[in-house]
């Protein structure tokens, strides 16, 4: 039998259901088909589906700053890969000593690592600042790239001791019978059977590099080194309140990126989010 | 001591154990190498360098200059704007956490017990929570609650005419707060995966003794699930009381219309950054730092009263 018969129960449930769905998508919905739109449609027309389909917002926004939009993306994309490597390789060597390695001081440092997770980024903000300008490194990547060279996202740290322990320890026991150092266990061991915490650490990484905002708007002050959401404030300061069409084009483009991960790894997200209160 | 020696296997003799061990604590500072600097320079240093700066008045171009506790007295007692972004804030927190939770926890609900296209419920609901921090979000936001926006072309449909609501000092806070619980989809993944840990015996066992939907899920779901609550409630609180993107964009970096999206880090940014007041800002964030322990520690303190956690009752 294809179709089974339906109780009225989920059938509404279904109904209500797509249409919260809906009420919550339209925003993102209206945008995209705003930015299709002629400029003088948008405001008329509420509706989704556009009268006339127009590219031009997207080339007028494209070349609308100094440089063409490719120019900043280009920018947070380097930021965001190297963001996204660094934290891979100095978040998993630190979890591996936390989850496999007996050292002197290891709950302490292991409580520490965990209460720095809590720690607002503002408290730490000025200090920072002041060093990263002293050390002349204002509009370079350092101030930026730097802190995930040095494990301080200590959230991932968290997630991979947590998928490491569940690792059976027999592993490395065999491994290191037949002669292999920590080097070659963590290398040849643990780190292949850590693939999902991995994906999740990098899906995370890339997302939150790519939204983020203020410490790209505190660092990067010359136009020459604008990322995308440095670059989109200026388009607000600099375009009227009535041109929206080419900022939302641009708008779409800088979202983009994350809505293809988003549908890549779903999996990793959902179970990154489900295991660890990650956002 | 001697279980260590033992589990170390074959090699026995207290000698070569302590060797062992010597040689792994090495390893493991070794693996810990970047995580140690990090802590050190760019944490812990700088929380002890802002704390000696909240006590000094520094402007980057200065030596910073001895005040004493100045700072933290003009906070309180002559800053109007630093007491009202504490104000905003706190409304902001207490309105806009409980209703994004609450979302999150009838969705979840919803979602729950087998329901046909679970996943793509699940990921249309968590994609805004993925999106909401980004600066081309406010900016639709700005768009969609503008003067002519998207909800007062709807509106107008009905014949209403609105104002801009973002616009507005008594509306701006209010599209921020809806802009929060829109990204009520992470919670939601959160509560799921605590629904999924309740064994279903326990409402097999509530029906046959006729508890119906109502008082299965006050007897059963509800308790069972305050743990999840609580997480979830400590999460977004801290991170609620940071946030800086949305109200930045919306209101154009400034905190406006009369400072009513003045969020109290973005306060802290224009202290610091614009006015390069660094001691100020360095204070506001000590500030910060103890409200956001006193809350969380309260939060565990009050967390005893109304958090089941079933076997160490």
């Keep these: ?279 | 001591m001697t279980e260590v020696s033992v589990a170390s296997g074959p090699a026995g003799g207290g000698h070569r154990s302590t060797q062992r061990s010597r040689r792994e604590a090495r390893a493991a500072y070794l693996f810990l190498a970047p995580w140690f600097v990090g802590l050190l320079v760019i944490t812990i240093g700088p929380i002890f360098a802002s704390l000696y700066l909240s006590f000094t008045d520094y402007s980057l171009l200065e030596e910073a200059k001895w005040v004493g506790l100045d700072n933290y007295t003009k906070m309180f007692t002559e800053d109007p704007r630093f007491l009202n972004s504490l104000q905003v804030t706190t409304i902001y927190v207490i309105v806009s956490v409980p209703l994004q939770l609450a979302f999150a926890l009838a969705l979840a609900l919803v979602l729950d017990r087998g329901l046909r296209g679970l996943p793509i419920y699940r990921s249309i609901f968590y994609l805004p929570s993925l999106l909401g921090g980004s600066v081309a979000i406010a900016i639709l936001w700005r768009k969609v609650f503008g003067a002519d926006g998207l909800v007062n072309a709807v509106l107008s449909v009905f014949g209403i005419q609105g104002t801009g609501w973002v616009g507005h000092p008594d509306y701006a806070l209010g599209t921020l707060i809806l802009l929060h619980v829109w990204t009520f989809g992470a919670p939601m993944i959160i509560f799921l995966a605590g629904l999924r840990q309740i064994p279903s015996s326990y409402y097999e066992a509530a029906a046959v003794d006729g508890a119906g939907a109502l008082r299965q899920f006050r007897s059963i779901t509800l308790p069972l699930l305050t743990p999840i609550i609580f997480f979830n409630l400590v999460l977004e609180l801290i991170k609620s009381f940071q946030s800086f993107t949305q109200a930045f964009i919306v209101s154009g970096g400034r905190g406006g219309p009369a400072d009513s999206t003045l969020f109290y880090t973005l306060y802290l940014y224009l202290q610091g950054f614009k006015n390069y007041d660094m001691g100020y800002a360095a204070a506001m964030a000590w500030v910060l730092l103890l409200i956001i322990a006193g809350l969380t520690g309260v939060n565990f303190l009050a967390s005893k009263y109304w958090v089941f956690y079933g076997d160490t009752k």
């Excluded at chain 1, 294809?2 to 993102?28: E, S």
């Excluded at chain 1, 990547?141 to 690792?167: C, E, G, S």
């Excluded at chain 1, 600099?238 to 790894?265: E, N, Q, T």
């Design chain 1, 1 to 279: 039998m294809l179709f089974r018969p339906l109780n009225g129960g989920p059938v509404v449930k279904h109904i209500l259901l797509i249409g919260f769905g809906l009420v919550m998508l339209y925003p993102l919905l209206w945008m995209i088909s705003s930015s299709l739109k002629p400029e003088e449609l948008i405001f008329r027309e509420p509706g989704l589906w556009p009268s006339q389909v127009t590219t031009e917002n997207y080339t007028e926004g494209w070349y609308a700053l100094k440089h063409p939009f490719g120019y900043y993306l280009w920018n947070s994309a380097v930021i965001t890969v190297l963001s996204v490597v660094a934290n891979l390789v100095a978040c998993s060597l630190a979890a591996y000593a936390f989850a496999r390695l007996n050292f002197p001081l290891k709950k302490l440092w292991f409580a520490i690592m965990l209460g720095t997770i809590m720690l607002p980024y503002h408290v730490t903000i000025v200090p920072q600042y002041i060093m990263f300008s002293k050390l002349d490194l204002i509009n370079t990547i350092w101030p930026l790239v730097m802190p995930k060279i040095l494990a301080t996202d200590a959230f991932f740290i968290f997630l991979m001791v947590q998928f490491i322990r569940t690792l059976p320890r027999e592993l490395d026991e065999a491994a290191e019978i037949d002669g292999a150092g920590y080097w070659r266990i963590f290398i040849r061991v643990v780190m292949p059977l850590c693939m999902p915490a991995l994906a999740t650490t990098a899906i995370f990484t890339f997302i939150w590099t790519w939204n983020d905002f203020l410490s790209q708007l505190l660092y990067l002050n010359n136009p020459d080194n604008f990322t995308v959401p440095v670059a989109l404030r200026t388009f607000l300061d600099a375009s009227s309140d009535s041109s929206w069409g080419p900022m939302f084009a641009m708008s779409i483009i800088a979202l983009g990126p994350i809505f293809g991960f988003f549908l890549a790894g779903q999996k990793y997200l959902i179970r990154g989010v489900a295991t660890t209160g990650l956002k």
